[in-house]
Antibody, heavy 131, light 108 residues
């Protein structure tokens, strides 16, 4: 059974770079059509998708346009870890950060039809941006 | 950006009753919708994918449907453990996943 665990500093100063790690246990991360997303939730708000990285092959990424200038995601297959870095943080980046295991399940490849879902979530890690 | 709008923001229902949650997409997205349940202090849990397919281990009282721009999640007979926040999420735009703002299901 796949499990995800986020880790990183709980407190980051404004203008600094936030770096979080997601460690995978219980399964290989190098599976075709498998991805890792980072999602956050600020106090009193809903879920915000930060972006995703493909866990096999090209390790391609997609980032939320609102954050793409500050976000970088990477994967270390040997360590079974994903990393999120967010630069130039402000108080608005204070949130609970989750990593997820996403799957794309093809229904009809020729018609580009597929299911996509986040089926495993880490428990989340709280990050506060404050001086 | 595809905007997902959920309604109502808060839904008050008694245990044993039916709850119906709605989600509307700003443009047509086929059946590229998933639903998640989120309880305070816990990780969100996948309930539904492909607009209507229950995820593994999800109770049969959870059902969902819709296509295009209108989607619903129905809980047929509310149990105490069902009171939570529910989010819809679209992935029709592969480059940018978006969530609805959530519906809080509270006990009446």
């Amino acid at each position: 059974q796949v499990q995800l665990q986020e880790s990183g500093p709980g407190l980051v100063k404004p203008s600094q770079t936030l770096s979080l790690t997601c460690t995978v246990s219980g399964d290989s991360i190098s599976k075709r059509d498998s991805y890792c997303s980072w999602i956050r939730q600020s106090a009193g708000k809903g879920l915000e998708w930060i972006g995703r990285i493909e866990t096999a092959g090209s390790s391609s990424t997609n980032y939320n346009p609102s954050l793409q200038d500050r976000v970088t995601m990477s994967v270390d297959t040997s360590r079974k870890q994903f990393t999120l870095t967010l630069s130039s943080v402000t108080a608005a980046d204070t949130a609970v950060y989750y990593c997820t295991r996403d799957l794309r399940v093809w229904v009809d490849w020729g018609r580009n039809l597929y299911y996509y879902y986040m089926d495993v979530w880490g428990k989340g890690t709280t990050v506060t941006v404050s001086s | 950006e595809i905007v997902m709008t959920q309604s109502p923001a808060t839904l008050s229902v008694s245990p044993g009753e039916r709850a119906t949650l709605s989600c509307r997409a700003s443009e047509t997205i086929g059946t590229n919708v998933a639903w998640y349940q989120h309880k305070f202090g816990q990780a969100p849990r996948l309930l539904i994918y492909g607009a209507s397919t229950r995820a593994t281990g999800i109770a049969a009282r959870f059902s969902a449907g819709g296509s295009g721009t209108e989607f619903t999640l129905t809980i047929s007979s509310l149990q105490s453990e069902d009171f939570a926040v529910y989010y819809c999420q679209q992935h029709d735009d592969w480059s940018q996943v978006t969530f609805g703002q959530g519906t809080r299901l509270e006990m009446k």
